[in-house]
């Protein structure tokens, strides 16, 4: 006797959260002395900044009687003071300080999460078996260079697993019918220095130009737009997964400035509109495990198998 299957929902289909370097904040956000909480990672995080200037990423939850680092915590020069009794904790998320007690506890201490600061915004980085990072965060080169503008900012939040937004970018059949365009664009996607890239060609007011979408990790990819010489525009997009279910995406925007004034806010509500295009898509399926791919599907199989890297191989919730 042969039972029918347990139906799918978004609960018991959601992937592991993939390895990798994930956006927490933009830079300017927290200033010295600054601490804030954030979700990232089915996680409640404390993000401060030292006095010295170090962005730091700790578990919220004091080792002590619990109490949230993130909300009403204090920087006490290289530390963060707990809000409930005044433990201190160093970089190390290890506690250096009890104002009533010489004698530190040798358990307490909070998850410390590597970070790294580059392209205007502080990174985190997760590895489930706490691993130290195996790479860099790739630098957005344009971000401050004064032949392009200051970058446009924008954050959105959607609801749906982070590799599923990956998936999107590797998908072309899609574009018929959720955003509406008359015709798949001819394009091409490879795996080039453990990226994925994909090249198409592009035509705007009669003007034909080439996209280029470099994909480094699920949730960290640059998009550059050209039509020539001068006329090229950088879409950077970083991603915080808040849970297994929703990811806020922090976009930025810069063109070069010989185009500065022909381009701009049109290019982030179209980005914004796209995403509304794929909204109801995300909010409403399930992630599928094992697809049943056609032969026309040959750029999402190849996104699958690029995307098993950053999982560990033998985890039960882990993609393939
Ligand atoms: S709960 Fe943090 S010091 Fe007591
Ligand atoms: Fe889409």
Request: charge should be negative; charged fraction near 20%.
């Amino acid at each position: 006797m042969e039972l029918i299957a347990v139906c799918d929902s978004k609960l018991n289909t959601a992937p592991d959260f993939p390895i990798g370097w994930w956006s927490v904040a933009r830079s300017h956000e927290i200033k010295p002395g600054d601490v804030t909480s954030v979700t990232a990672l089915d996680r409640d995080l404390v993000v401060y900044r030292t006095e010295s200037g170090e962005a730091r990423v700790h578990d919220a939850y004091c080792p002590h009687l619990g109490a949230h680092l993130g909300v009403n915590g204090k920087v006490v020069g290289e530390s963060i003071q707990c809000p409930f009794h005044g433990w201190q904790f160093g970089g190390d998320g290890k506690c250096n300080h009890i104002p009533y007690c010489e004698t530190i506890p040798s358990r307490a201490k909070v998850q410390n999460w590597p970070t790294s600061e580059v392209n205007g915004e502080i990174y985190m980085w997760f590895h489930p078996t706490g691993a130290e990072p195996d790479r860099a965060v790739p630098v957005i080169e344009q971000i401050g260079d004064e032949n392009w503008t200051e970058p446009r900012q924008v954050e959105f939040n959607i609801p749906v697993h982070i590799q599923d937004i990956a998936e999107n970018s590797c998908d072309p059949e899609h574009f018929q019918y959720v955003h509406k365009q008359n015709q798949t664009p001819p394009s091409s996607v490879d795996v080039e220095d453990g990226a994925v890239h994909l090249r198409s060609e592009i035509e705007a007011q009669g003007m034909k130009g080439e996209l280029h979408a470099t994909m480094f990790q699920p949730g960290l990819a640059r998009v550059m737009t050209s039509y020539g010489p001068g006329a090229e525009m950088l879409v950077y997009n970083s991603a915080q997964p808040i849970s297994k279910n929703e990811t806020l995406l922090r976009w930025t925007l810069l063109v070069r400035n010989e185009i500065a004034e022909f381009v701009g806010d049109q290019v982030m509500d179209g980005i914004i509109e796209g995403l509304s295009d794929d909204y109801p898509i995300w909010e409403n399926k399930v992630h599928r495990r094992q697809p049943v791919f056609c032969k026309g599907d040959e750029t999402l199989v190849l996104f699958r198998k690029w995307v098993r890297q950053f999982y560990l191989p033998d985890s039960p919730r882990g993609q393939q």
